[in-house]
């Protein structure tokens, strides 16, 4: 059994295993089998070092453990560490772990060759914000900026990766929303109240309707099962979009294909991503 899986806290609400096992099944790669790892932060390393010896390629990382994944790793490649944080962990024959950090290529290949030469927004400073800024840079892109609701996050993080910092959101040709605003109201309907959180959600952003107009190209990392207000918004003005999932996985994909040097299934894992009921 070669095993495969998603370490994280929580992790309950993970895509990524129907993802990767609607994937192994479509190439015929029986013995193959990618799980949900729930493990707490304190017993992160411990469980990370033990993967070798309990049979797994490898694995992914998730919300908390991105860093500590890193940490964890004998070897790292120089995007992993330029960034500071691993979301993919790959087992050598001794034990021993290699961290690579596919979000970035992840999100890069899903915008599509919307990179080089444009003015780039980045919202939030957090973990995936790092992998974001770090990778548009080195997608090419003319200027990164960086806005976030605690504005010393961003002065920090645009110091240490070598983007600007603004007070407010200004116009550019690319805009991502690396926060979680947006994860709220996943499971509501629409209708009138689903409007007026729709204002309210953009306003934690930032942003009001009209403004997210001025984006012709608009990435949410958050995934559901509805459009994010900042999405939805997008769409309304015309601009091309890149939802949560596709970025999911575009990550998820690379990965696959670290591990068992095999062309991953994209369209086949986008589905597999869709049809996964939503989880609270
Ligand atoms: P994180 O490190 O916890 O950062 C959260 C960010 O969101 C911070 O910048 C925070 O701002 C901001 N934020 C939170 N609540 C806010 C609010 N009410 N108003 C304004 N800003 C708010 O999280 P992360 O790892 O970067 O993940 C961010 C989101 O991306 C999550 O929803 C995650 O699920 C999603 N994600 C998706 C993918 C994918 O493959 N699609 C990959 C990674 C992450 P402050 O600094 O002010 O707190």
């Given amino acids: 059994m070669a095993r495969l899986g998603v370490l994280g806290w929580p992790v309950a609400h993970s895509r990524s295993p129907a993802m990767h096992n609607a994937a192994l099944a479509a190439l015929g ?10 493990v707490p932060p304190a017993l992160f390393e411990e469980t990370a070092r033990a993967l070798g010896d309990s049979g797994f390629v490898g694995a992914n990382v998730t919300i908390p453990h991105k860093r500590a994944a890193l940490a964890v790793a004998v070897q790292a490649s120089e995007a992993a560490r330029a960034i500071g944080a691993a979301n993919t962990l790959t087992c050598l024959p001794d034990g021993t772990l290699t961290a690579e950090n596919t979000d970035a290529p992840g999100l890069i290949a899903a915008l599509g060759g919307a990179v080089a030469g444009r003015r780039a927004l980045v919202l939030g400073a957090g973990g995936s914000a790092r992998a974001a800024v770090w990778g548009l840079r080195e997608a090419g892109a003319s200027e990164v900026s960086i806005w976030n609701r605690t504005p010393e996050r961003a002065e920090a993080l645009a110091r240490e990766l070598g ?11 690319l805009l991502v929303n690396c926060t979680s605003v947006g994860l709220e109201g996943a499971l509501e309907g629409s209708g009138v109240e689903r409007s007026a959180t729709d204002g309210e959600a953009l306003n934690q952003l930032g942003l009001t309707f009209d403004q997210v107009g ?36 575009a990550q998820g994909a690379l990965s696959f294909e670290l591990w068992t040097g095999r062309p991953a299934p994209r369209e086949l894992m986008d589905r597999a991503a869709r049809e996964e009921p939503p989880s609270a």
């Fill in 29 to 38: 790669m029986e013995g193959w089998r990618y799980q949900r790892l729930p």
């Fill in 163 to 173: 983007a600007r910092w603004v007070a407010a959101p200004e116009p550019a040709d």
């Fill in 214 to 249: 001025e984006y012709s190209n608009v990435a949410d990392l958050v995934y559901r099962s509805t459009p994010t207000p900042l999405l939805a918004a997008a769409r309304a003005h015309g601009s091309r979009t890149v939802d949560g999932l596709e970025i999911l996985v």
